[in-house]
């Protein structure tokens, strides 16, 4: 059964500083990954996805994330984070047959502070 | 850019009683989804819907839930006896196709059962 882990729960970071937040799946062939972001009071907005070809995708807002096969991981990257981004992500798989539901992660709270 | 709406916002409503979730999908999708995320916990999916039946379903979606799609727009999810662990923020989404195709989410219904 397809799984995703997201190891960190919440993540607090200074404006400005760099971000990585963490997405391993588990799945028996390779997936599609899609990671989502979550503002307060806001439906789940696509940061980015990955289907196939380069893996390295760029997304919205500056975001970009990397998938990794040798171990199994689609972690998202920021190179410099603002106040804005504050939310709670979520990092999603997609099978790639069939009429697919996503699996999501249980999503990380990302705290921006000054 | 057009987008998934849903209403009502919030919901209240007393144990035993039936609600009715709407959801307006973007107009050219073909495939609906409910998903609810229990506060605290990951975004799961409930059931997904095309060709005016349901394609897939969750263990979450028993006998006390139901799809349909009344009309050309609107796509609602009802709960017949809603029990407190129904509780949840309810997500619908729609997408063009399926496998690879992004799943657009709306902003989501917060149901309180009392």
């Known amino acids: 059964a397809q799984s995703v882990t997201q190891p960190d729960i919440h993540i607090t970071v200074s404006e400005g500083a760099s971000l990585e937040l963490r997405c391993n799946y588990s799945y028996g062939a390779t997936p599609y990954l899609f990671w989502y972001v979550q503002s307060p009071g806001q439906g789940l907005q696509l940061l980015l996805k990955y289907f196939s070809g380069d893996t390295l995708v760029q997304g919205i807002k500056g975001f970009e994330a990397e998938f990794k096969r040798s171990q199994s991981s689609f972690n998202l990257r920021k190179p410099s984070v603002h106040w804005s981004d504050a939310a709670e992500y979520f990092c999603a798989v997609g099978a790639r047959s069939g009429n697919t539901p996503l699996v999501f992660g249980k999503g990380t709270r990302l705290s921006v502070i000054a | 850019e057009p987008e998934v709406t849903q209403t009502p916002s919030h919901q209240v409503t007393q144990m035993g009683q039936e609600v009715i979730l709407h959801c307006v999908p973007i107009s050219n999708h073909l495939y609906f989804y409910w998903y609810r995320q229990i506060l605290g916990q990951k975004v799961e999916f409930l059931v997904s819907?095309?060709?005016?039946?349901?394609?897939?379903k969750s263990e979450i979606f028993d006998d006390q839930f139901s799809v349909e799609r009344p009309d050309g727009s609107n796509f609602t999810l009802k709960i017949r006896s809603t029990k407190l662990e129904d509780s949840a923020m309810y997500f619908c989404?729609?997408?063009?196709?399926?496998?690879?195709?992004?799943?657009?989410f709306g902003p989501g219904t917060r149901l309180l059962v009392l």
């Open positions: 989404a729609s997408s063009k196709d399926r496998g690879k195709e992004t799943q657009y």
């Open positions: 819907f095309y060709n005016n039946e349901i394609s897939e």
